[in-house]
């Protein structure tokens, strides 16, 4: 069983930046893949981006502005969100499974989430 905690969402303006961490539990967290997913008000949840397998996937919408990275030492993912726009605005979920997820643009893809840390951006 894996449990996730994110945290450092927030309320930025517009062209600001917010980094979101999302600490796991568990001993092989090297082996999973580790992804962002967030969900604005009357929308689903979308794919934001994941590192899965030694690679690294990014939604044509925040590339170039978001960054994903993680610390093994630390059991920690991180997402680094720089010229943030109002449309960002959504809940920033972390989510986990184990090993390379194929279809990993897909929230099915994962088995364990967090709880969920809320961005803002103000226009």
């Known amino acids: 069983q894996v449990q996730l905690v994110e945290s450092g969402g927030g309320l930025v303006q517009a062209g600001g930046s917010l980094r979101l961490s999302c600490a796991a539990s568990?001993?092989?967290?090297?082996?999973?893949?580790m992804g962002w997913f967030r969900q604005a008000p009357g929308k689903e949840r979308e794919f934001v981006a994941v590192m899965s397998g030694g690679s690294t996937y990014y939604a044509d919408s925040v590339k170039g502005r978001f960054t994903i990275s993680r610390d093994n030492a630390k059991n920690t993912v991180y997402l680094q969100m720089n010229s943030l726009k109002p449309e960002d605005t959504a809940v920033y979920y972390c989510a986990a499974d184990l090993g390379y997820r194929f279809n990993y643009y897909y929230a099915t893809e994962y088995a364990y989430w967090g709880q969920g840390t809320q961005v803002t951006v103000s226009s």
């Open positions: 568990g001993r092989t967290f090297s082996s999973y893949s």
